[in-house]
């Protein structure tokens, strides 16, 4: 019986077998030649496939020459459904390019040919396009919108187009002039380096404009036309470039922007051309697909080997357009920024030596209206993205927690001149007034900023008290708001021992950047936590609102990265008020009394002094933070040294300069 059945299957296979052999029209070698066609178009080489009716070198050539325009884009193209006739078949084939941010699509057909076993393509130009004719070729034009602004508050211009000339030398005009001597002369002339310009200028072409540097035309240009065209071949090309108001203005904020780099060509995957402007750091990188608008593309055919002259001279125009996308304009990134005080805030520090900032805040608004770092910053954002030990600033964190632990401003704490926690020995700064050691009301150790004191309460005021009363001001939570990269504080939930003892001074792993030290203050002002804006109507260049960014600009992989997006218990007005009434006591009866004649509304102040390093004595850093008014101020210098008398006397003439 089992030899029987085996012998029935194998029989039935047979059977089968023959029929498919039978019912085998050519349709499955059609639709491997369809789909190699395919990919050999989608390669651009069709040098290795069986062509009929144009040599296959030729029918190469021609592929190449057609797309040429098109370069570095690639196509991808799929084969439709075969439709077969005996020894012929046609497939259609589905193009999709991507230039640049447009897509182009379109479908052509192939027609296939049977000879022996094998099929070959019937080459013609519409296989590469429906409506391309024999001699030929695409021609891409691509224009550019004009990059938008960056405004600022009232949508002044703080970045636009400004009038620009660029210095050089041209080549061709230098005629029988030596090219080194020129290059090195201009070099001179401008200030840059020398030696990198003549190498520069005797590497070009002879056709080469050599640019030695670009300078505004403000009416302060101090190398004259004069001076550039004594020099052979050196010539100002005028121009247009999108800048702020000086070189320096809100610079580590707003980024630049200058014509795409080769680099930045490259990694734009076509993206980007040759003359395109960028964004570079800043709101001009985060945003600079906003800013940059959408290039406008048009696809035409061209009689291949006419010239751009001969066309130009043609009526009617040769060409016919296959495709064509407008251009978008950009959108201008509208931003919180006051010009006058952010001017302000830049020439009260452009004296400072080291790292600095100026943030100013709009309390009732959380606008950022002042963002400023210091010369010693050296571009970097110090002011947004700094981490730094807040030292005694930190002590409005401190009261408030103490506060909801039932004290108030006049209850009673002990100022002694020095505290041992666990073998370290706390002091007060130097100068500390004898009057204010002792039983004292917490408004003054606060206007003095007992140190001891505070380090003292370490027992009733819990690590994850200070946590709490931080998230409370708005420290160390999410800014969704503000649109921009910043550090806003890092308060560890766990501490004991002497790292709690130094939380309570604001030191130890406690970390603010000058923007969430006026939070801090703004929210004091507010009565309420002050969530930050910096960017109005931020796009897809906006941070997650799941992490709060670090300096690199990536969430941190710390406690900040999980920062909650608010406080489950947000500062009162009641305590609010408790807080406004201390700093206030910093300027009647503190250190800060230098504050008291700045005109307009009362100031609240609060100084702090953080030491960092090894040295001995450490170094410190010099903060200060204030209200006045509607306005609230952090300012910071790195390794400053005393918060009043550094930090203090800049703040002072910011806010009366300010009004």
Request: hydrophobic share 40%.
């Amino acid at each position: 019986m089992g030899k029987t059945k085996n012998l029935v299957l194998g029989l039935a296979a047979l059977m089968i077998a023959g029929s498919l052999s039978a019912c085998d029209d050519g349709r499955s070698g059609a639709e491997g030649a369809a789909k190699q066609l395919a990919s050999s178009l989608a390669a651009l080489d069709v040098g290795s496939l069986a062509v009929d009716g144009k040599d296959a070198v030729a029918a190469n050539e021609q592929l190449k020459a057609v797309f040429a325009a098109l370069d570095p884009a690639k196509p991808s193209v799929e084969s439709g459904a075969v439709k077969l006739d005996g020894d012929k078949a046609t497939v259609p084939l589905n193009y999709t390019w991507k230039i640049g941010t447009a897509e182009w699509k379109y479908t052509s057909q192939a027609a296939l040919k049977k000879s022996g076993d094998k099929w070959s393509v019937q080459w013609n130009p519409t296989l590469l396009e429906p409506d391309l004719k024999d001699g030929e070729i695409l021609d891409k034009t691509v224009t550019s919108p004009s990059r938008a602004d960056i405004l600022g508050a009232g949508d002044a211009k703080l970045v636009s187009y400004r009038p620009v000339v660029h210095v050089g030398i041209d080549k061709t005009t230098i005629g029988s002039a030596d090219p080194a001597v020129s290059a090195a002369k201009l070099a001179q002339l401008v200030g840059v380096d020398e030696a990198a310009y003549v190498k520069q200028v005797q590497a070009s072409g002879p056709q080469a404009f050599v640019s030695a540097i670009t300078l505004r035309e403000d009416g302060n240009r101090t190398v004259t036309d004069q001076q550039i065209a004594s020099i052979p071949g050196a010539r100002g090309i005028p121009d247009y470039l999108p800048l702020a108001p000086t070189r320096t203005f809100a610079r580590a904020v707003l980024g630049t922007a200058a014509e795409a780099s080769a680099e930045q060509i490259q990694k734009a995957g076509g993206a980007l051309k040759v003359g395109d402007t960028v964004g570079t750091g800043g709101l001009q990188e985060q945003y600079d697909a906003q800013l940059r608008g959408q290039d406008g593309v048009s696809i035409k055919t061209r009689p291949q080997g006419m010239t751009d002259d001969q066309i130009k001279a043609a009526k009617p125009d040769p060409r016919r357009v296959l495709f064509a996308v407008e251009a978008k304009p950009g959108e201008p990134v509208k931003t919180t920024l006051d010009p006058r005080l952010q001017q302000l805030a830049e020439d009260t520090l452009a004296g400072v030596g080291p790292a600095s900032a100026i943030v100013a805040l709009r309390p009732s608004t959380g606008a950022v209206l002042a963002a400023a770092s210091g010369p010693g910053s050296n571009g970097y954002n110090t002011a947004m993205l700094g981490q730094y030990a807040p030292g005694s600033t930190f002590k409005i964190v401190d009261s408030l927690a103490m506060i909801r632990n039932g004290m108030t401003p006049d209850s009673k704490v002990e100022c002694t001149p020095t505290i041992t926690v666990d073998g370290r020995t706390f002091k007060n700064a130097e100068g500390y007034p004898a009057s204010s050691l002792g039983s004292v009301a917490l408004r003054d150790a606060f206007a003095h900023s007992c140190n001891t004191a505070f380090i003292s309460a370490r027992d009733n005021v819990s690590q994850a008290q200070l946590e709490s009363a931080a998230t409370s001001l708005g420290l160390a939570v999410q800014a969704p708001k503000l649109g921009a990269d910043a550090f806003l504080g890092s308060v560890p939930g766990n501490a004991d021992g002497t790292e709690h003892a130094a939380s309570m001074i604001g030191q130890g792993k406690v970390l603010l950047s000058p923007l969430a030290a006026a939070i801090m203050a703004a929210s004091v002002a507010h009565g309420a936590p002050v969530s930050p804006q910096l960017v109005l109507n931020p796009g897809s260049g906006s941070p997650s609102a799941g992490a709060t960014p670090t300096a690199s600009g990536s969430p941190s992989s710390s406690a900040t990265a999980a920062a909650p997006a608010a406080s489950d218990k947000p500062i009162t007005p009641a305590e609010a008020a408790a807080l406004g009434d201390m700093m206030r006591a910093v300027v009647t009866s503190g250190h800060a009394g230098f504050l008291a004649s700045v005109p307009g509304a009362p100031v609240g102040a609060k100084t702090g002094t953080a030491e960092f390093g090894k040295d001995n004595p450490p170094k410190t850093h010099a903060w200060i933070v204030a209200v006045h008014g509607d306005l609230a101020v952090a300012v910071f210098v790195e390794d400053g040294g005393l918060g009043a008398t550094t930090s203090g006397p800049l703040l002072k003439s910011f806010l009366t300069a300010a009004g």
